[in-house]
Each structure stands twice: as structure tokens, then as C-alpha cells.
């Protein structure tokens, strides 16, 4: 049911900006676009969402094309504990069912 | 945010035993969430469970393999029953948020079957 393309891994210098982009070409009007992280064995964490425009929280940013059919989350300063597989997701205004596909591997190299 | 726990946090199970995961979350919640996640593979959403109704199945799940309890709006429990070498897994909850349908996941269970 996932119907997000990412890259499988990518590697970032510590300091440099991590930019992970995310395919989502037949994405409805009303879905959303989620990105989660999960670190090694831990449970998966908010990062950011967006709808149409471009978001920024403390975390990332989240650039989002204007057809909607591609997003970029944006670390901006990536440090070793952004290492983590990273997930953009699309949810419904009237669903709540995460559907994950295989997410983004990123390593931040010192 | 929400603060979810899971117990146990990890466990080594016989062949054709059953565990029962218990998920805790510290505020009241409408929807609660259960996940699984093979080894070296994304999170699959196993069923969504709301208190006072029958837990929603997704599509390769059924409620005989893993049955799962919504007593009230704090605490949810699923039960891998019957367990296989296939059910090693992290077993994960979440809960929805307050905004724009987020949710917040627990740290997972991690079942191994032998």
C-alpha cells in the first residue's frame, strides 16, 4: 500500500545538510506527506508533515513541489545521531493508517 | 507527545506458545496502532484497535493469529498466538496524536521464536 519511492540509502558529512528526497506521484488532494524516522532499535519518530507548502520545524524542513508529486526533507546540519532510516509516508485527512514503505537508509559520516 | 511503554521489551519464545504484548500510554487516546517488523525490514501495520469495538484487520492478518484487547483508552494488549520461527519480529504500538492525524510509537517488543 505504500506509495512513496525513496532512494534506499544515502550518506551525509557531519555539518552538512542532509537532503532525502521522496517520489509521490499519484498522491491525492487530501494526503498528507509524513516523515518518520526510526533510529536502531527504537520506535519510529515524528519529524515533520506537510500538505502543500513548505514546512520548517526545530528538526527539518520539508519542501514539497508545487504538482505535490515529490517532497525533500532537509536536515540542515546533519551530527552522527541523525544515522537513522528515514520513511516519507502519505496519509489521508480522513484515515489514520500508516502504510511505510522501505524508507531511506542515511549514514552521517564524521 | 505522548509516552507510550511496552511490556516486555524483548522475549525468546518456544514454538507453538502464545505471548501477549501490553501497550501503556499516559494520556487517553481514541485509536491505538500495532505494527510489526520483520528483521532488516519496514514497519507492516497489523491492525487498528479503538476501545468499545472490534479491532480493524489489515489485509494478511487475522484476529485467530493475533487477537488484540482495547479495555480502555490507555492500554491496549496483542497476543501472537501459536507462534511460528515467522513471528520473530519487533512488535510495535502507536497512538494517534492531537494534530493533523500524527502518531507517536512505543519502543517495541522484540519477539524471537525458536
Known amino acids: 500500500d505504500a506509495k512513496t519511492t525513496q532512494p534506499t540509502s544515502m550518506d551525509c558529512a557531519e555539518g552538512r545538510a542532509a537532503n532525502l528526497p521522496c517520489n509521490h506521484s499519484?498522491?491525492?488532494?487530501?494526503?498528507?506527506v509524513y516523515w518518520y524516522r526510526q533510529i536502531h532499535s527504537q520506535g519510529p519518530q515524528y519529524i515533520i508533515h506537510g500538505l502543500k507548502n513548505n514546512e520548517t520545524n526545530e528538526m527539518a524542513s520539508l519542501i514539497i513541489t508545487e504538482d505535490r508529486k515529490s517532497s525533500t526533507l532537509i536536515l540542515p546540519h546533519a551530527t552522527l545521531r541523525d544515522t537513522a532510516v528515514y520513511y516519507c509516508?502519505?496519509?489521508?485527512?480522513?484515515?489514520?493508517?500508516?502504510?511505510f514503505g522501505t524508507g531511506t537508509s542515511l549514514t552521517v559520516i564524521p | 507527545s505522548a509516552v507510550i511503554s511496552q511490556k516486555p521489551s524483548r522475549d525468546i519464545c518456544q514454538r507453538g506458545t502464545s505471548l501477549t504484548i501490553q501497550c501503556q500510554v499516559d494520556?487517553?487516546?481514541?485509536?491505538m496502532f500495532w505494527y510489526r517488523q520483520q528483521p532488516g525490514q519496514s514497519l507492516t501495520l497489523i491492525a487498528t484497535a479503538n476501545q468499545g469495538s472490534e479491532a480493524t484487520y489489515e489485509s494478511g492478518f487475522v484476529i485467530d493469529k493475533f487477537p488484540i484487547s482495547r479495555p480502555n483508552l490507555t492500554f491496549s494488549t496483542l497476543t501472537v498466538s501459536n507462534m511460528s520461527p515467522e513471528d520473530s519480529s519487533i512488535y510495535l504500538c502507536?497512538?494517534?496524536?492531537?494534530?493533523?492525524?500524527?502518531?507517536?510509537f512505543g519502543p517495541g517488543t522484540r519477539l524471537t521464536v525458536t
Open positions: 499519484t498522491i491525492s488532494g487530501n494526503e498528507y
Open positions: 494520556s487517553q487516546v481514541t485509536m
Open positions: 509516508i502519505l496519509l489521508t485527512n480522513t484515515g489514520n493508517q500508516f502504510y
Open positions: 502507536s497512538v494517534e496524536g492531537t494534530a493533523d492525524y500524527e502518531q507517536y
